[in-house]
T-cell receptor
Framework: NAGVTQTPKFRILKIGQSMTLQCAQD?????MYWYRQDPGMGLKLIYY???????DKGEVPNGYNVSRSTTEDFPLRLELAAPSQTSVYFC??????????????FGPGTRLTVL | DAKTTQPPSMDCAEGRAANLPCNHS???????VYWYRQIHSQGPQYIIH???NNETNEMASLIITEDRKSSTLILPHATLRDTAVYYC?????????FGSGTKLNVKP
């Protein structure tokens, strides 16, 4: 299994541009998550999904959109990129939520710079 | 949502046990404590989790106090490769809240 994969690894955007960060998992996990991590800080939850067709906001959803059309994929869309969105973005998945089967598996991250 | 408090940094000599503390005084009865670590800028890596009882796996041991208001992650024989930021997390439904973690520096 490849686990959680993310593309691209690096990206530079100009202010106002848009892009989609891709995330895929091959573990048949129901739950998927998007986090951002600013330098020297912990991870902050942007959006999460409990299954295909179901998404919900996390701590810092403004400026982002998500969709979940399949179990495997959970893309994150940035509209009108701003310098404040410069960060490292991590995608994660888990089999369940809560309890003992809640371990999240993380992708390698996408490093995004907005200039 | 329960929050956690960890020291910002700790040092440990190679080969010695590393004991990383975490306070989670507002934890609810059905919330698990999870520990993850992040090496350099890689994605966080799962270490261990527990509810009430102490837990041990091939990576570490987790000691949870009887009142569940604090816990300690123990790396029994720290190596240089254990240098990382360690996050203690109390799990809320559908969400993990990562604090700033503890930067563990393992020194030769």
């Amino acid at each position: 299994n490849a686990g959680v994969t993310q593309t691209p690894k690096f990206r530079i955007l100009k202010i106002g541009q848009s892009m989609t960060l891709q995330c895929a998992q091959d573990m048949n996990h129901n739950y998927m998550y998007w986090y951002r991590q600013d330098p020297g800080m912990g991870l902050k939850l942007i959006y999460y999904s409990v299954g295909a067709g179901i998404t919900d906001k996390g701590e810092v959803p403004n400026g982002y959109n998500v969709s979940r059309s399949t179990t495997e994929d959970f893309p994150l869309r940035l509209e009108l990129a701003a310098p404040s969105q410069t960060s490292v973005y991590f995608c994660a998945s888990s089999y369940a939520s809560g309890g003992s089967q809640d371990t999240q598996y993380f992708g390698p991250g996408t490093r995004l710079t907005v200039l | 949502d329960a929050k956690t408090t960890q020291p910002p940094s700790m040092d440990c000599a190679e080969g010695r046990a590393a004991n990383l503390p975490c306070n989670h005084s507002t934890i609810s009865g059905n919330e698990y404590v999870y520990w993850y670590r992040q090496i350099h800028s890689q994605g966080p890596q799962y270490i261990i989790h527990g509810l009430k009882n102490n837990e041990t796996n091939e990576m570490a041991s987790l000691i949870i106090t009887e009142d569940r208001k604090s816990s300690t992650l123990i790396l029994p024989h720290a190596t240089l490769r254990d240098t990382a930021v360690y996050y203690c997390i109390v799990r809320s439904p559908h969400k993990f809240y990562f604090g700033s973690g503890t930067k563990l520096n393992v020194k030769p």
